[in-house]
């Protein structure tokens, strides 16, 4: 479809599974949209999509393409938004290293990724690549702040379907490991901007000589803007890191919970300090050895294997060392692959959830299951995992047929907290002092630091987070018991706390102020006596706590419903997460079975349609969004959703169902006699034809499938894989 100046929606291209989901059901939904003269454009923010876009110089003429991500961050600030954003990958050095790869194996001449830049070139190369990787979608598109809830009928269903809940008991050895002190948390400074110190401004650092270098330069702070910054002891660390290594139980695994796509400069950092203090006794022997091989502790284990791979004897030292240190907490046990074999298997926001979910339990390297220990460095956030641990080692698991739902407002509008995405995180490389410098002289944060600590800087800009209170207000309104999740010991969120007190005074509305761990306490309480509750947090807690209750009560965050009201009357909704699509691309490759299930993308549907009738007066937009919601009820009643195993409902069998629901939907509704007109043939076709559609989708389920690229696959071979039935096809147009 030829791209508009306006399109009424715009539907991501992404990665992975939502990628592979998008092939089957988004011609549904552009045939369905058409009829109500609708127009329905994609715009691609894949990692692959990113990269050639980024190095247009580099490419033949046919082989470039447009800077869709830069496009759609100007159309957010807009009140013609309308953007429905599946899940991307927020991309690790080794995920991006190997889609660099990828597109090189297609004949894209992009450039290596420069792990070490030593010429100008490499380092240029370097800088754009780094504006690449980790959460760089993210920011730039969110230009509003964060409401995230459950849809009605997919709570209902999850209480009336439980899923698997892990049992609690008191005796459960599990817990959380932090850092008694230096850390994010302990060194944190924040102050509010004056309209004296409102403008421009740099990062410095001076060494032990004297030498003064600038870290970043052209800063810009508004007056009423929220300015923090802090840094992590590297000698911190890796004694916390040692400690609880030597501390470890018999029988409990030892595990790292970080996130190292989105904290793409820091976690990947203190990633490389665990696997180097685990590694030590391997390390001491051979770590000549191995970094004249390249080998980067950052990387992980997997990548040392990898290495090392064909020389005995370096295997033998390093299946040793491991052998010799407490067992560790697996990502796959049949595979061998450990919590720190790849920095981004682990991610907090999914691996701690899972962890709760299941009891405390992890596997091991044997395959069976245990207690484990979760190192969480940074006191920041470690609390809410640690409370909720023991309120469950307290008062057993949670009983999802009856708790209340949990929902979020987060702070995340242009840029806010951006906690390590941003580029003013840095390693240092020695003893000296870190400074941020206003344009009159003035210093407004200054550390005393010594080599390998971890400096950071993040803003939150005044309208934001005046426009985040009054949201969180009017969700509070709506839904009954809330909080909001600040420390007033905190640096940062005594700034915030500022900002809260006085717009709640005058709104004439009591909402608690609560620390993380009580809000946690509070937040728990409420929901097991049935109570909904709305949380409202930053940016950190916004991502992790719309993964940790959505898994308890739902199963799977992926269920959620987003909605982003962006500040300049826009909109955009996003379709939950991603975390697992790694494993269900892996299953559709072996056996052509996508287990991905796109009630995300249906709930965000239902939602754009309705933003649409409101924002543009297409009134068919509203009857086709009502549909929708029709359509995604009849799913969850009657078991339509994907399943895990061959034979069963996958992705493709789904949409299929979804399609024959809004067909019969739209045709029983009577506020549009032209819509229910066309597609009243349309449901009876698919109905008719049901036996034949279905047997169609599952002619060639149990073969392998062949994507041709994980990163940057073949639209032929996706459109083959993921529209079998010609006869859907053909009703469908």
């Not at 207690?371 to 641990?389: F, G, L, Q, R, S």
């Not at 509008?413 to 870190?434: C, D, L, M, R, W």
């Not at 999740?485 to 706390?497: P, Q, S, Y």
């Not at 005074?505 to 929901?527: C, D, N, Q, S």
Request: hydrophobic share 40%; glycine share 8%; with cysteine.
């Amino acid at each position: 479809m030829a791209q508009s100046q306006t399109p009424d929606i715009i539907y991501t291209i992404v990665d992975e599974a939502p990628e592979l989901a998008r092939g089957s059901l988004l011609p549904i939904i552009r045939a369905f949209a058409s009829a109500a003269d609708i127009d329905v454009e994609t715009r691609d923010i894949s990692l692959a999509g990113r990269i050639l876009a980024t190095f247009p110089d580099y490419l033949q003429e046919d082989q470039r393409i447009s800077d869709d991500l830069a496009a759609l961050g100007e159309l957010v600030k807009t009140p013609e938004a309308n953007v429905i954003k599946l899940p991307n990958i927020s991309a690790s050095v080794p995920q991006l290293v190997a889609a660099i790869k990828e597109l090189q194996g297609q004949g894209y001449a992009v450039p290596d990724y420069p792990a070490e830049p030593a010429t100008d070139e490499e380092k240029k190369v370097r800088a754009r690549y780094d504006a690449i990787k980790g959460s760089a979608v993210n920011p730039v598109l969110r230009e509003g702040n964060s409401d995230r809830r459950s849809a009605k009928a997919v709570k209902e269903y999850a209480k009336k379907n439980p899923h698997s809940m892990g049992e609690w008991t008191a005796a459960s050895k599990t817990c959380v490991a932090s850092m008694p002190g230096n850390d994010f948390f302990a060194n944190e400074k924040s102050a509010t901007i004056t309209a004296a110190q409102a403008g421009v401004a740099k990062i410095t650092f001076t060494d032990a000589a004297g030498n003064e270098t600038v870290l970043k330069d052209g800063l810009k702070y508004l007056e009423g803007e929220v300015v923090d910054a802090t840094f992590m002891s590297a000698s911190a660390l890796r004694a916390f890191i040692k400690a609880e290594v030597a501390s470890m139980e018999p029988g409990v695994l030892f595990s790292v919970h970080l996130k190292a796509t989105m904290m793409k400069v820091s976690d990947p950092i203190i990633f490389g300090h665990f696997v180097s203090v685990y590694l030590e006794d391997f390390l001491a022997k051979h770590g000549d050895t191995v970094k004249a091989l390249g080998f980067n502790p950052n990387a992980g284990i997997g990548d040392l294997e990898a290495k090392i791979k064909g020389n005995a004897d370096l295997e033998a030292d390093l299946a040793a060392a491991l052998a010799a240190k407490p067992p560790m907490y697996m990502v796959n046990s049949d595979k061998g692959i450990t919590n720190l074999h790849v920095p981004s298997d682990v991610i907090i926001d999914a691996s701690m959830p899972a962890v709760i979910r299941a009891g405390g339990i992890g596997w091991g390297p044997d395959g069976k299951p245990a207690d484990t220990k979760c190192c969480i460095p940074d006191n920041c956030y470690a609390t809410v995992y640690d409370e909720t641990i023991n309120y469950f080692k307290e008062n057993g698991k949670l009983d999802v047929t009856s708790c209340g739902a949990v929902s979020n407002v987060g702070l995340m509008a242009q840029k806010a907290e951006e906690y390590g995405s941003h580029p003013t995180t840095f390693e240092i490389p020695s003893k000296g002092t870190v400074r941020i410098v206003l344009a009159s002289g003035e210093v407004l944060h200054e550390h005393a630091v010594e080599t390998g600590d971890i400096w950071r800087s993040a803003t939150a800009k005044k309208a934001p987070i005046l426009d985040w209170i009054q949201l969180g207000i009017a969700r509070t309104k709506a839904t009954g018991k809330a909080a909001f999740w600040l420390d007033a010991t905190r640096a940062h969120d005594a700034e915030i706390i500022k900002y809260v007190e006085p717009a709640l005074k005058e709104a004439g509305i009591e909402i608690p102020i609560l620390a993380p761990r009580e809000a946690t306490r509070f937040t728990l309480e409420e929901m097991v006596k049935g109570n909904d509750v709305v949380t409202i947090t930053g940016n950190v807690l916004r991502d992790y706590l719309t993964d940790l209750f959505p898994i308890l009560e739902l199963g799977t965050s992926a269920k959620m419903l987003s909605i982003v009201k962006l500040m300049n009357g826009g909109g955009m909704f996003e379709t939950g997460a991603g975390g697992s699509a790694p494993k269900h691309v892996e299953q559709l490759v072996k056996e052509n079975h996508l287990r991905w299930d796109s009630l995300g993308e249906f709930c965000a549907l239902g939602e754009s349609f309705n933003f649409l009738a409101e924002a543009k007066g297409k009134t068919k937009a509203a009857v086709l969004g009502a549909a929708v919601d029709a359509a995604t009820q009849k799913i969850l009643e009657n078991g339509n959703s994907p399943e895990r195993k061959v034979g069963q409902n996958d992705n493709r069998s789904s949409h299929y169902w979804f399609a024959r629901y809004w067909a019969e939907a739209l045709a029983a509704q009577g506020d549009d006699a032209d819509l229910a007109a066309h597609f009243a043939p349309i449901a009876k076709a698919l109905a008719e034809k049901e036996t034949t559609i279905l047997a169609e989708l599952k002619a060639d389920e149990g073969k392998p499938a062949d994507m041709g690229g994980y990163y940057h696959s073949d639209p032929a071979k996706i459109d083959a894989i993921m529209r079998p039935s010609a006869t859907l096809n053909a009703i469908i147009g």
